[in-house]
């Protein structure tokens, strides 16, 4: 008797344990990681606002789970971003981990992801080796090689043919550095100097003097988005365009995010990208509207559609998988095929990372405001940092 009672107890604590546990398990939960105070404050705010209106257009259950939106802010500092990223695998029990708003953040998180086996989804870090660091990363933002590629095979066909590259001196900069100019000397184009600036606060001032010592016909520019504008200014100042030099670079010097109040110097300049808020298709004009909408009228720059598209990946796995995790999420992410504000959009299953349109652009009026004005289409680029 006394038996069958303790046998009758503990299988009820064990239902009820069950019980706790299935419950616990209602949820589908996503931790996302971003810089939201310090410079780079503007990338998070942009994802996070991404998210929420996903979520708000595409409802809060997905595979039969209540999804879960944890927003941590990591100040940008790597060894807080992996502090975070722990605490919301071992504490929270997130199904996946997402955001990482700059390459040392994904970095210092892409060991943690492989130990404890969680999907991440990097929605702005743009180094093409991170990919690599994990084989739980999967990418929403873009290369560097992607962008920086595709302007050194479209600035010596329209009369630049001596060029100075300056570059934010971390993982992202010195991608477009080698991949702008290996493609330029391989196009026949001249490279007079490769130029690198401290990632945080750069002084612009003296690396510009010398540009116009060195008199080439453009200057190609990286840095982080919500840098550009400091750049436009010391460009202009410095008497740059008035000497001639042309500015280019990748579309992270002309961020949508702050392209209008950068004023004239900005105008004419070209850039090669992913995204541009006036790429002119039906989806993404749907996704402006409704971003301002939501947002006082922040427009959308190409770290929000990250964000969006890195939810979409997201929510499609987690309805294949009824709200998975581990492998099987991360499977379910490999090969999604889909139309993105930004164009047609690919992950390849092989590498992870994003396929998808690079488009060569030239910041010009419209409607008063200045805009990125897509004139020319690479369809479908892979990362060319992969081949190798
Ligand atoms: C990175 C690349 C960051 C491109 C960016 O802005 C960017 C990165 C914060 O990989 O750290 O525009």
Redesign the pocket.
Known sequence: MQKRFFLNTVALGLLLAHTGAAMAQEKFKIGLIL?MTGP?AS?GKQIEAAARLYMAQNGDTVGGKKVELIVKDDTSAPDVTKRIAQELVVNDKVNVLAGF??????LATAPLATQSKTPMVVM????SS?TQASPYVVRT?FT?PQAAVAMADWAPNNGIKKVVTLVSD???GIDAEKYFKDRMLFNGAQVLDTLRVPMRNPDFAPFLQKVRDLKPDALFV??????GAALMKQFSERGMDKAGIKLIG?G?IT?DDILNSMGDVANGVVTSHHYSASHNSPLNKKFVAAFEKANAGLRPN??AVGGYDGMRVIYEAAKTTKGGNGEALLNAMKGQLFESPRGPMFIDAQTRDVVHNIYIRKVEKVGGQLFNQEFSTIPDVKDPGKTK
Not at 222 to 227: E, I, L, N, R
Request: hydrophobic share 45%; aromatic share 14%.
């Open positions: 810089p780079f990338t708003g700059l390459t040392p953040l994904a702005a870090a743009a180094t991170i933002s560097l971390y993982g992202p990286f840095v982080p988005s919500g840098a990748t992270d961020d190409f770290m």
